[in-house]
């Protein structure tokens, strides 16, 4: 902002401004009236841009998953070994999908399946803890066999470790 329009700003009287207020009230209202307007297009823009970021993280990961989808296509279609996995399965099905396609889909199980998992689980805890009919019920289903011991908790340890690292 240029000074002659700053102080053409700052001189005409502010659409609010009482006659019986100071000049320094009627500066200091304006200024911080500016800076929340500017707070707020900023906070805004943290949003977009928070947004953005995960745009261009879905972009990157999707430029991954072409290579790997081409790569893949070309050694299928060459005669080369045959992978037994979903991009295999997806490529060896005669609907002849495109790279674009079969991008879109990995996304989709990628996401699903982590949204998934974490959601039904919490869901499954919240109706346990609400219900105790529910939770009766399941613990006479699955009564353990064996009592809990050392042994069997280090195996529970072992066991939780093993499909942490899995997925």
């Known amino acids: 902002m240029k000074a002659s329009s700053l102080s053409l700003y700052l001189s005409s009287p502010p659409h609010t401004a009482e006659p019986s207020r100071s000049i320094c009230t009627q500066i200091s209202t304006r200024l911080i009236h500016g800076l929340m307007t500017i707070l ?7 949003v977009i841009s928070e947004y953005e970021l995960s745009l261009q993280a879905r972009t990157k990961v999707a430029e991954a998953l072409t290579l790997v989808v081409r790569q893949r296509r070309e050694e299928y279609n060459e005669g080369k070994e045959k992978k037994s996995d979903m991009l295999g399965a997806l490529l060896a099905s005669g609907d002849h ?16 399946g982590y949204e998934t998992t974490s959601t039904i689980m919490t869901l499954a805890v919240k109706f346990l803890t609400e219900t105790p009919l529910a939770l ?22 072992i066991t939780i470790f093993v499909c942490l690292r899995k997925t």
């Open 97 to 112: 999908f495109s790279d674009d396609q079969i991008v879109d889909f990995l996304l989709a199980l990628l996401v699903a």
């Open 136 to 157: 009766a019920q399941l613990k006479v289903r699955n009564k353990p066999k064996l009592p809990l011991c050392y042994t069997l908790f280090i195996y529970m340890i």
């Open 40 to 46: 707020n297009l900023f906070s805004m823009r943290l």
